[in-house]
C-alpha cells in the first residue's frame, strides 16, 4: 500500500468499526470523517501521514493550533475523542503507537496559562544558549516571538525581505493570509542582525528566502520550534512548562501591565475581534484596583 492511499484506507477500516462493531449513526460517523480527515492532514504536514509517532506533546500542539484557529472548545473537545478512539481502535488491532489517553480535554486547559513574568524570561533570553551551533538563530526566533507576538506559523514562514532591521518591523501573513506589520524591538533586531551575519549563511545551502533555516537549510517546523524553546528553558533551569504560544501570550499580558491598550495590541497580535484579545490578557486585579483608584471620582 502507498503513502497515498494508507489515509483512506485506515479510516474505511475505522469508520467500517464504528458502524458494525460500535453501531454510530451515519451522522455520528460523519462527525467522525471530518475530525479524523483533519487530524490526518495535519499529520502529513509534519512528515508523518500514517499518524504513528504522534505523542502527547505534539496532540496538545495541534489542539492548541485548533484553539487558534477559533475552534469552539466543544468542537476540539470531539475531534480529541476522535482521535483517542482512533488509537483505541488501533491499538486494538495490534499497532505499537504512542499512548494519547493522558492529554486532558480541553475544559482543563482552555482558560490559558499564566504568562511567565518578564524577569524569568529575562533570565531564559540573556543566559547562555544551549550547547550545540544553532544558539544565534535559536536567540533570534525566541527573542522576535516574545518582542513581536507572532504565532509560531507567522515566524517560520517569514521570508528575509519580511524584516526591516533599520526601522524595527517585520511583516507577516496571519490567518487568512492577512498582512499586518509588527514592530521588532531593540533586542531582537539586535538577535537577528547576528544571526543574519554570522550563522545563516552558512545554514542558507539552497539559496531560500526563508528567514529562519534548519540545520539543514530548510524550513522549520512548529515541533522544532517547540523543541527550541524547551531547550532553553531547561538551560534557564525554568520550572514549569513553556511554549512558543506562552511567549505569544507573555508578549500581550505584559505590553497590558505596561499600560499600552486594548485596541493596539489586538492590532499587533492580528486578532480579528477584540474578544479574542481579551483572551490572552489578564492585567493582573491589583494594577486595576490601582487605576481605578487613582481615575474613578470616587476610588479613593
Known amino acids: 500500500m502507498t503513502t497515498a492511499d494508507a489515509q483512506p484506507h485506515l479510516l474505511r477500516r475505522f469508520l467500517a468499526h464504528l458502524a458494525v462493531e460500535a453501531g454510530l ?21 509534519q512528515r508523518d ?7 502527547v506533546a505534539r496532540l496538545h500542539d495541534h489542539l492548541i493550533a485548533l484553539r487558534d484557529e477559533g475552534l469552539a472548545p466543544a468542537s476540539i473537545a470531539r475531534h480529541l475523542a ?12 495490534g499497532e505499537k503507537l504512542p499512548d494519547l489517553s493522558a492529554v486532558p480535554p480541553p475544559r482543563l486547559w482552555q482558560t490559558l496559562p499564566e504568562a511567565p513574568g518578564s524577569a524569568d524570561l529575562a533570565t531564559m533570553l540573556d543566559g547562555h544558549p544551549p550547547d550545540g551551533p544553532l544558539g544565534p538563530r535559536d ?3 525566541l527573542e522576535l516571538l516574545y518582542a513581536s507576538g507572532l504565532r509560531v506559523s507567522e515566524a517560520v514562514t517569514l521570508q528575509v525581505h519580511d524584516v526591516d532591521l533599520d ?34 549563511p552558512r545554514l542558507d545551502r539552497a539559496r531560500s528566502s526563508l528567514l529562519f533555516l534548519s540545520r539543514t537549510g530548510s524550513a522549520l517546523d512548529r515541533h522544532q520550534v ?3 524553546v524547551r531547550a532553553w528553558c531547561l538551560r534557564a533551569g525554568r520550572a514549569g512548562r513553556l511554549s512558543p504560544h506562552t511567549l505569544r501570550h507573555a508578549f500581550a499580558t505584559h505590553l497590558l501591565e ?11 497580535l492580528g486578532h480579528a475581534k477584540i474578544s479574542t484579545t481579551q ?10 484596583k490601582d487605576i481605578h483608584r487613582r481615575f474613578h471620582p470616587r476610588g479613593s
Open 25 to 45: 449513526s451515519p451522522n455520528t460517523r460523519a462527525a467522525y470523517r471530518r475530525d479524523l480527515v483533519r487530524f490526518l492532514a495535519w499529520c502529513a504536514r
Open 139 to 141: 536567540r533570534a526566533l
Open 279 to 288: 483572551r490572552y490578557t489578564h492585567v493582573d486585579r491589583r494594577r486595576l
Open 49 to 55: 501521514p500514517e499518524a504513528r509517532r504522534v505523542t
Open 226 to 228: 517547540w523543541r527550541i
Open 258 to 268: 505596561g499600560g499600552a491598550d486594548l485596541r493596539s495590541v489586538q492590532e499587533m
Open 167 to 200: 526601522a524595527l518591523f517585520a511583516r507577516c501573513r496571519g490567518k487568512g493570509g492577512k498582512e499586518r506589520v509588527v514592530p521588532v524591538g531593540s533586542r531582537a533586531g539586535e538577535a537577528l542582525c547576528a544571526y543574519l551575519r554570522d550563522l545563516r
Open 82 to 93: 476522535s482521535i483517542k478512539a482512533l488509537a483505541r481502535f488501533r491499538a486494538q488491532e
